[in-house]
């Protein structure tokens, strides 16, 4: 018969119950150091693409095992995104769902990212893709904070083979409250992120383009040794840019992959201000200068007046835009009546005044005088009578005030330059290409608003001069 020492039973059932306790804090403790890890990026796709981060980070857990499968480890790939036809990447082969043509089960192309964060914003870029708006595009019209309506829209289009991919979804995001970073979603993020290395080049995303921010006098060979971007590439990507040793303003946006053929924002069109040229407006929304001038039905060099709509999106304009030097008084633009698209040109500098109302004396050039008829001979007029007396009528001079301004009185006052103007924050904006669209500093604007960082959010207003 065996004999059970109470005192060593006892201590048997607490070892195993601080083992089993030991075991699911650390499997909980690595769940929420994923969480913990990734919850920043999911939040800034949220801000930048509209994927609630809820969303983002339950599919990265249910695809990724919590970051430990091995699409995970070895190819950074934490969604499931395969190859496709497009892909010109590195490749990593598993067995999943594809089958030949026996039915024999072969291995799936997966796609290999730098690093997780690659994959979470291609993940957005996944789901934002045109040529998948049939599939996916309803999911952006609805609320970024109902993850149900989400979850239930990717399982309605077929995002994943499970019948239960949704409810599973559903049960992660309430289990670890990832809703809550929908919340935060709505909070300032800041589109351009600063490396933390003085000096160095700032990086961000604009119209889902990465670009880098220049420092002051660098050159395109040094921005493609900090960025890992081939030369050939960002001369092919920039249109300013020429060869390796052209050097930059400080600020300069250069693109590190292809701009966009079209605006992926809610602006349907751009409002040409004062000195913008069409190259300004292709950096400021991240598009193609060839694709928006052949939007725009115009050719390289040529320039829009003031007042114009550049059309961002969508087929090509039925008229092309008004060019420089076309805009007039008389002329509608776009369907509203604007002056000419540069300022008025100011009157003649000091214009000589008709005949009828310049002395002689003033100038030191006899004025024009009537031709004598033979009924009045020149030889008639009395010595002592003044010759401009019987052509110099003082009623028609206040038909032409504009002709005799005040000396120290300009013909035309411009409008006050400190009339304030204001910038309401749309998605995808940044202190950077909002200056860039007023004519204007990211400093002066901050100071303008008495900010203290970089740090906007949609919907608030700024003042911009």
Not at 145 to 170: C, F, M, Q, V
Not at 216 to 225: A, F, M, P, Q
Request: hydrophobic fraction near 35%.
């Amino acid at each position: 018969m065996l004999y059970f020492h109470p005192m060593k039973v006892r201590f048997s059932i607490v070892l195993a119950l601080l083992i089993t306790v030991g075991y699911i804090l650390t499997a909980q403790d690595f769940r929420l150091a994923y969480i913990e890890q990734y919850k920043s990026i999911a939040i800034q796709e949220m801000e930048r693409a509209g994927v609630p981060a809820s969303i983002k980070l339950a599919q990265a857990i249910l695809e990724s095992d919590f970051g430990r499968s091995d699409l995970a480890r070895r190819a950074n790939n934490h969604f499931g995104i395969k190859c496709g036809v497009n892909w010109d990447g590195r490749e990593f082969y598993k067995e999943d769902d594809d089958y030949d043509d026996n039915g024999k089960l072969v291995k799936s192309c997966f796609r290999v990212y730098r690093s997780p964060e690659a994959s979470f914003i291609a993940h957005s870029e996944f789901l934002r893709d045109p040529a998948k708006d049939f599939r996916y595009g309803f999911l952006f019209r609805l609320d970024p904070t109902d993850y149900r309506s989400w979850a239930n829209g990717l399982k309605r289009a077929g995002y994943a083979t499970a019948a239960n991919y949704h409810e599973r979804l559903i049960n992660l995001i309430e289990t670890y409250k990832l809703h809550e970073y929908d919340r935060l979603g709505q909070a300032p993020v800041v589109d351009v992120t600063v490396p933390n290395q003085p000096g160095a080049p700032a990086f961000g995303y604009n119209n889902d383009v990465r670009f880098v921010l220049s420092a002051n006098n660098e050159t395109v060979s040094t921005i493609s040794r900090r960025t890992d971007v081939s030369l050939g590439q960002l001369i092919k990507y920039n249109e300013q840019l020429n060869d390796g040793e052209q050097r930059l303003a400080e600020g300069t946006m250069v693109y590190l992959q292809p701009k966009r053929n079209a605006f992926r924002g809610r602006a349907e069109s751009h409002l040409v201000k004062e000195g913008e040229t069409m190259f300004d407006i292709s950096q400021t929304y991240g598009i193609k200068l060839a694709k928006l001038l052949q939007r725009n039905r115009m050719e390289k060099g040529m320039e829009p007046a003031v007042g114009q709509n550049i059309k961002l999106r969508g087929g090509k304009v039925k008229q092309r835009p008004a060019l420089r030097g076309e805009a007039t008084l008389d002329k509608p633009v776009n369907g509203v009546r604007i002056e000419m698209e540069e300022a008025p040109a100011p009157p003649p500098a000091a214009p000589t005044p008709p005949p009828t109302v310049q002395p002689e004396r003033e100038s030191g050039i006899r004025p024009v005088t009537p031709a004598p008829t033979p009924t009045t001979p020149a030889n008639t007029q009395p010595a002592d009578t003044p010759p401009l007396a019987p052509v110099k009528p003082e009623e028609p001079r206040p038909s032409t005030p504009v002709v005799q301004p005040a000396p120290s009185t300009p013909v035309t006052t411009p409008p006050p330059a400190t009339a304030p103007v204001y910038h309401t924050v749309e998605k995808g904006d940044t202190l950077w290409n909002i200056s860039q669209r007023y004519q204007t500093t990211v400093a002066a604007i901050r100071q303008l608003n008495n900010m203290t960082n970089d740090s906007i959010q949609l919907g608030q207003r700024l003042r911009v001069k």
